[in-house]
C-alpha cells in the first residue's frame, strides 16, 4: 500500500520541488513545503524529517535522508532520496537531476499507461460476448423442451424441465460470475497512476 502511495504521488513531488528549487529555494525549505500536506505518504515523510530537524533529534539532512531510504518502498522514491541525500552530501546539481528524473518517472507513466491500456483491449469484447450470446444460448436450451413437445418428442427422450430450468438458471449465474471476474481482472490491472 505504501508503495502505491509513493508512486502515485513522486513525479508531482519532483516537479514541485524542480520548480520550487529553480525559483531560488533551499532544499529544507522545499522538503518543508512539500512536508505541508497534499502529496499523500511522501508529505508524512517530509512532515516528519522536518520536525525531527526542529527538535534537534534527527542529526542533520543527510541522516534524516538516509534512514528514511531505508523505510521507502517504490524505486522512485528512493532514487528521489538518494538523490537529495546526495545533493547534501556533495553539493550536486540539483535541479538538473531533478528535471531528468521527472521526464524519466513521465515516461514510465506513460509506459505503464499504454500497457495498461493494450491489456484492456479485449475486455469490452470478452464482456459482450459473455453478456450477449450466454444468455442467448441459455434461452434457446430453456426452449428445447417446448419445441420437442410434439411428434419430435416421440424419437427423443428430454430431461424433465425443472432440470432444464435448474440449468438455465445455473447458467445465468455462471455468466454473471464470469463478468464479474473479467472486470475483477481488468480492475487488478490497474496501474493506480
Known sequence: MRALGEKQELLYVIRTMDVLMSSGVGLEAAIHTIGRGGYGIISEDFSQIMKRLQKGTGGGLDKELKTMMKKAESAGYKRLLNTLYTNVTQNTDLVETLKKQGARME???????????????????????????????????????????????????????????????????????????????????????
Open 107 to 193: 515516461e514510465e507513466r506513460s509506459e505503464a499507461v499504454e500497457k495498461y491500456i493494450e491489456e484492456l483491449g479485449g475486455v469490452p469484447e470478452t464482456l459482450l460476448s459473455i453478456g450477449m450470446i450466454g444468455p442467448i444460448i441459455l434461452s434457446i436450451v430453456g426452449l428445447v423442451p417446448q419445441l420437442m413437445s410434439g411428434d419430435l418428442g416421440a424419437f427423443m427422450s428430454l430431461p424433465d424441465s425443472s432440470v432444464i430450468n435448474s440449468v438455465v438458471n445455473m447458467g445465468l449465474i455462471v455468466t454473471l460470475i464470469g463478468m464479474a471476474l473479467v472486470g475483477l481482472k481488468a480492475h487488478t490491472k490497474d496501474p493506480g497512476l
